[in-house]
């Protein structure tokens, strides 16, 4: 029987990352798939033909385990304090921690996507050729994904600099505050 409580939690889980993520504004407004729309489009000599996904398939896995580790280091990135200082929502705006980790859910929903869209391809080049338009409809799907997966991973590492630089800042505050202080006991 199925859980309908499991089935509205996990609708619950994607709507809150969509809304942190920026929803369709934000992809939108990214440069991100736009660039990946006309990789993909440049790139037709390679997916049109049978086999591309092979690449697919043999490099997500290994770039998901990636971002698992990226999105590891993140949460451990900082001092309590900074953690302190970048967490917590103030009004509608989602806090940077929260920005920064529906950055990385989103580049690992490519990646998995990326997965499941190579799968598809692979599945379908075995249609009769008559289904040929199909396939290449499919194939530019899920190349474009799996492009816009590898360019996710420029994404999420700009926003691990962001955070990296908001970090310094932090402390670089802090070692001014205490050198300012203990100038001030010099006094």
Same mark, same amino acid.
């Given at each position: 029987?199925?859980?309908? $409580? ?5 609708? $619950? ?17 990214? +440069? ?31 770039i ?12 451990a ?18 806090? +940077? ?11 690992i ?5 990326s ?7 692979q599945?379908?080049?075995?249609? +009769? ?35 990296a630089?908001?970090?310094?800042k ?18």
């Amino acid at each position: 029987m199925l859980d309908k $409580d499991v089935y509205l939690s996990t609708k $619950d889980i994607f709507q809150r990352y969509w809304s942190i993520y920026g929803g369709r504004k934000a992809l939108l407004k990214s +440069p991100y798939p736009h660039v990946s729309f006309v990789l993909t489009i440049l790139l037709f000599p390679i997916w049109s033909k049978s086999g591309w996904w092979e690449t697919s398939l043999s490099v997500m896995p290994n770039i998901l385990g990636f971002s698992l580790g990226g999105m590891a280091i993140f949460t451990a990135l900082g001092d309590e304090g900074f953690r302190k200082l970048i967490s917590g929502s103030e009004g509608d705006a989602h806090s +940077p921690f929260l920005a920064l980790n529906a950055t990385f859910v989103h580049f690992i929903i490519l990646q998995i996507l990326s997965i499941i869209t190579g799968l598809l391809s692979q599945s379908i080049s075995f249609l +009769p050729s008559c289904l040929y338009g199909f396939a290449l409809v499919v194939w530019f799907f899920s190349y474009f994904i799996f492009i816009y997966a590898i360019l996710s991973a420029l994404a999420a590492t700009m926003a691990l600099l962001r955070a990296a630089s908001s970090f310094d800042k932090y402390q670089s505050m802090g070692d001014n505050k205490h050198n300012n202080e203990a100038a001030n006991e010099e006094d």
